[in-house]
């Protein structure tokens, strides 16, 4: 019965991810439960699925975009299938192939198997993470959900906060995976599969697919990206639901678009975020233009700083894992906007800057890392090369260009050189170009308590990009970090909550996994890093969509920045009260005394999201999860009379 009655409250949790209907199975060693979201098969498709003989019980969540080619197969050799859905074609993959299904499917997804005549639960998640999927593990017993504030109402995990974990959100703006906030539950990492033995109790988890192991490949970059998109643009298009496109007007929103559309074959609805005031960041007029030219309904949200303010806890509630990120409103604002209109799946365009150098600080990070590589190998002879990094840059085109007289560049390369020279072995320069990043450094861990800092490694925000030298593909190493880190949470793991906060599914084409074995093969044999951000993504674009508008695949990365100091100035006016004396002070993460500084909102120069902000997050997150049911309303300022 207590199983049972965890799997019921967990679902009650989930309800938003899955408002058309409840699915449930239980048994002796198991309780599984579900939530749908029709999107494939809207009559039929109810899980659990089980197979002819009822030995085999599946539930998933996600989309298996190759099910259509993987159903006719499987008819092929015999199997029989009770509904349309996309998902089912795992349930027989299984009775042929065992846990090595996994290796047939391409799409997002997690799921959990019951295999009654093994007693073995096989869970699985896809392998770039689109897919969530938590696990806590306690006295012989395992919970799994799709978020975690799932297994905190399932009355059997308690919220704690982990120290190291709590210490890495101060530095990331988010708890890097398979990590969580909350002591004693992990995230199954993407790519990876876990299975339970319950006679006797064995857990084993293992590693089916990882970016890195990709084969090399020949042949011109954009010619072999183009080709792929195309798969991925037919593919992801399934639905027997109304699709839309989350469109920013920019080159990774366009190139999603413009595949949808081609693989689609039915009308699509664009939604645009913009500003009141229609500041310079304002993409608006350009998405439209996009819109017009592929045929698209086009949709435009203005926030303006109340907007924000209002909603920042339901933001905060819906992201599940606290992650200091204010576009996030935006994300959230998108999603409702796509759900009132009748949109119950959603494309967008991340992934792009990832897989092709479109972040500035990356492309640094990889030339900043190709010396440090230099050192290990020479020692002080990579002095040379520090200086002439220093003196010169390299430009798009293949060539260099001076940057610093000679003098000073020597003081440069100097102090560099003798800056990597201190750093741990196989230390390589990445995230710690953020000056977020490097604000926490300097100043978290005297915030923290003596309790809570005891619990903390100093070394551990580092720990992440540390490798073991030498790197064959440095390219390959820096692209995996990003997308192991910034890409999965911040961007993956937000989209996603979000999304399905308002019951709509998110699809992100860009990181279809064939696609980055492509990338990350051809980066084996082609250094891209030097060339123009996101070049080959170009390249592809202009063979493939010749409709695009012209400045779209000219127009340099605008970065998603919506006007944070602002925001960040009325937030803080609204909600800054709770820091002080707050939840952090009485779980005893922050000293009293830093928490009242905190509480001010501090925004220094170049910061993106501030220690401040990031402790208002969390503040507010251990809120909402301590008591779903509390209401966090904004203080308004009082206004003094003359």
Same mark, same amino acid.
């Given at each position: 019965?207590?199983?049972?009655?965890?799997?019921? &409250?967990?679902?009650?949790?989930?309800?938003?991810?899955? =408002?058309?209907?409840?699915?449930?199975?239980?048994?002796?060693?198991?309780?599984?439960?579900? +939530?749908?979201?029709?999107?494939?098969?809207?009559?039929?498709?109810?899980?659990?699925?089980?197979?002819?003989?009822?030995?085999?019980?599946?539930?998933?969540?996600?989309?298996? $975009?190759?099910?259509? @080619?993987?159903?006719?197969?499987?008819?092929?050799?015999?199997?029989?299938?009770?509904?349309?859905?996309?998902?089912?074609?795992?349930?027989?993959?299984?009775?042929?192939?065992?846990?090595?299904?996994?290796?047939?499917?391409?799409?997002?997804?997690?799921?959990?198997?019951?295999?009654?005549?093994?007693? +073995?639960?096989?869970?699985?998640?896809?392998?770039?993470?689109?897919?969530?999927?938590?696990?806590?593990?306690?006295?012989?017993?395992?919970?799994?959900?799709?978020?975690?504030?799932?297994?905190?109402?399932?009355?059997?995990? *308690?919220?704690?906060?982990?120290?190291?974990?709590?210490?890495?959100?101060?530095?990331?703006?988010?708890?890097?995976?398979?990590?969580?906030?909350?002591?004693?539950?992990?995230?199954?990492?993407?790519?990876?599969?876990?299975?339970?033995?319950?006679?006797?109790?064995?857990?084993?988890? &293992?590693? $089916?697919?990882?970016?890195?192991?990709?084969?090399?490949?020949?042949?011109?970059?954009?010619?072999?990206?183009?080709?792929?998109?195309?798969?991925?643009?037919?593919?992801?298009?399934?639905?027997?639901? =109304?699709?839309?496109?989350?469109?920013?007007?920019?080159?990774?929103?366009?190139?999603?678009? *413009?595949?949808?559309?081609?693989?689609?074959?039915?009308?699509?609805?664009?939604?645009?975020?913009?500003?009141?005031?229609?500041?310079?960041?304002?993409?608006?007029?350009?998405?439209?233009?996009?819109?017009?030219?592929?045929?698209?309904?086009?949709?435009?949200?203005?926030?303006?700083?109340?907007?924000?303010?209002?909603?920042? =806890?339901?933001?905060?509630?819906?992201?599940?894992?606290?992650?200091?990120?204010?576009?996030?409103?935006?994300?959230?604002?998108?999603?409702?906007?796509? &759900?009132?209109?009748?949109?119950?799946?959603?494309?967008?365009?991340?992934?792009?800057?990832?897989?092709?150098?479109?972040?500035?600080?990356?492309?640094?990070?990889?030339?900043?890392?190709?010396?440090?590589?230099?050192?290990?190998?020479?020692?002080?002879?990579?002095?040379?090369?520090?200086?002439?990094?220093?003196?010169?840059? =390299?430009?798009?085109?293949?060539?260099?260009?001076?940057?610093?007289?000679?003098?000073?560049?020597?003081?440069?390369?100097?102090?560099?050189?003798?800056?990597?020279?201190?750093?741990?072995?196989?230390?390589?320069?990445?995230?710690?170009?953020?000056?977020?990043? +490097?604000?926490?450094?300097?100043?978290?861990?005297?915030?923290?308590?003596?309790?809570?800092?005891?619990?903390?490694?100093?070394?551990?925000?580092?720990?992440?990009?540390?490798?073991?030298?030498?790197?064959?593909?440095?390219?390959?190493?820096?692209?995996?970090?990003?997308?192991?880190?910034?890409?999965?949470?911040?961007?993956?793991?937000?989209?996603?909550?979000?999304?399905?906060?308002?019951?709509?599914?998110?699809?992100?084409?860009?990181?279809?996994?064939?696609?980055?074995?492509?990338?990350?093969?051809?980066?084996?044999?082609?250094?891209?890093?030097?060339?123009?951000?996101?070049?080959?993504?170009?390249?592809?674009?202009?063979?493939?969509?010749? @409709?695009?508008?012209?400045?779209?695949?000219? +127009?340099?990365?605008?970065?998603?920045?919506?006007?944070?100091?602002?925001?960040?100035?009325?937030?803080?006016?609204?909600?800054?009260?709770?820091?002080?004396?707050?939840?952090?002070?009485?779980?005893?993460?922050?000293?009293?005394?830093?928490?009242?500084?905190?509480?001010?909102?501090?925004?220094?120069?170049?910061?993106?999201?501030?220690?401040?902000?990031?402790?208002?997050?969390?503040?507010?997150?251990?809120?909402?999860?301590?008591?779903?049911?509390?209401?966090?309303?904004?203080?308004?300022?009082?206004?003094?009379?003359?």
């Amino acid at each position: 019965m207590r199983k049972q009655t965890a799997v019921s &409250r967990m679902c009650t949790a989930l309800a938003h991810r899955g =408002p058309d209907g409840e699915g449930r199975f239980d048994s002796r060693h198991v309780a599984l439960g579900m +939530r749908r979201l029709s999107v494939i098969d809207l009559e039929g498709g109810w899980q659990p699925f089980r197979n002819e003989d009822a030995s085999l019980t599946l539930i998933a969540s996600g989309e298996i $975009y190759n099910s259509v @080619e993987l159903r006719a197969r499987l008819c092929a050799g015999g199997h029989r299938f009770g509904s349309r859905s996309d998902c089912e074609v795992i349930l027989h993959l299984y009775e042929d192939y065992g846990q090595d299904c996994v290796d047939h499917l391409r799409g997002m997804f997690a799921f959990a198997l019951w295999d009654e005549t093994a007693r +073995r639960l096989v869970l699985a998640r896809d392998r770039m993470g689109e897919r969530p999927l938590y696990l806590y593990e306690a006295a012989g017993g395992l919970l799994f959900a799709s978020e975690l504030k799932a297994l905190l109402a399932s009355g059997e995990v *308690a919220l704690e906060l982990e120290p190291a974990h709590i210490d890495l959100y101060f530095h990331y703006q988010f708890v890097p995976e398979p990590r969580t906030p909350v002591t004693g539950v992990r995230k199954l990492g993407p790519g990876h599969l876990l299975t339970v033995d319950v006679d006797p109790w064995r857990v084993t988890e &293992r590693c $089916y697919w990882a970016p890195e192991a990709a084969p090399p490949i020949d042949g011109d970059p954009g010619q072999v990206i183009a080709s792929e998109l195309q798969t991925v643009g037919r593919l992801v298009s399934r639905s027997d639901v =109304p699709l839309g496109v989350a469109l920013s007007g920019g080159l990774d929103s366009s190139v999603v678009a *413009a595949l949808v559309c081609s693989g689609s074959g039915a009308p699509l609805q664009a939604f645009t975020v913009g500003y009141k005031g229609c500041p310079p960041d304002d993409e608006r007029p350009q998405a439209a233009e996009v819109a017009r030219a592929l045929g698209m309904e086009f949709n435009e949200i203005e926030l303006d700083e109340a907007f924000v303010v209002e909603g920042l =806890p339901d933001v905060i509630r819906a992201s599940d894992d606290p992650i200091a990120d204010m576009a996030g409103t935006c994300y959230h604002a998108v999603a409702r906007r796509a &759900r009132q209109c009748g949109v119950r799946v959603l494309f967008q365009g991340q992934g792009a800057d990832e897989l092709f150098w479109g972040y500035s600080w990356t492309r640094k990070a990889m030339a900043a890392s190709e010396l440090k590589c230099l050192l290990w190998e020479r020692g002080p002879l990579a002095l040379f090369e520090y200086l002439r990094a220093s003196m010169w840059t =390299p430009t798009t085109d293949g060539n260099w260009k001076p940057t610093l007289p000679a003098s000073l560049a020597l003081i440069r390369a100097w102090q560099d050189f003798c800056c990597d020279s201190r750093d741990a072995l196989g230390q390589l320069t990445f995230y710690d170009l953020n000056p977020d990043f +490097r604000a926490a450094g300097e100043v978290v861990r005297g915030l923290y308590t003596d309790r809570f800092r005891s619990g903390i490694d100093p070394r551990g925000p580092f720990a992440l990009f540390t490798v073991t030298p030498p790197r064959e593909h440095l390219g390959v190493d820096l692209t995996r970090l990003v997308c192991q880190t910034y890409l999965l949470e911040n961007g993956m793991a937000q989209g996603d909550r979000l999304s399905m906060s308002a019951s709509v599914e998110l699809r992100l084409p860009l990181v279809d996994h064939r696609l980055v074995e492509k990338i990350i093969g051809l980066r084996k044999t082609h250094s891209d890093h030097h060339l123009a951000p996101k070049s080959w993504l170009r390249e592809a674009a202009r063979a493939l969509f010749p @409709e695009l508008p012209g400045p779209v695949l000219e +127009r340099p990365k605008r970065p998603f920045s919506p006007p944070l100091r602002a925001w960040h100035r009325r937030l803080f006016a609204s909600y800054g009260h709770l820091l002080a004396d707050g939840h952090l002070v009485e779980l005893g993460v922050l000293r009293a005394q830093a928490a009242r500084g905190l509480a001010r909102g501090y925004f220094p120069p170049g910061a993106g999201s501030t220690l401040s902000f990031k402790a208002l997050v969390l503040e507010i997150w251990c809120r909402v999860n301590r008591d779903p049911d509390q209401e966090i309303l904004p203080c308004t300022p009082r206004v003094r009379s003359r």
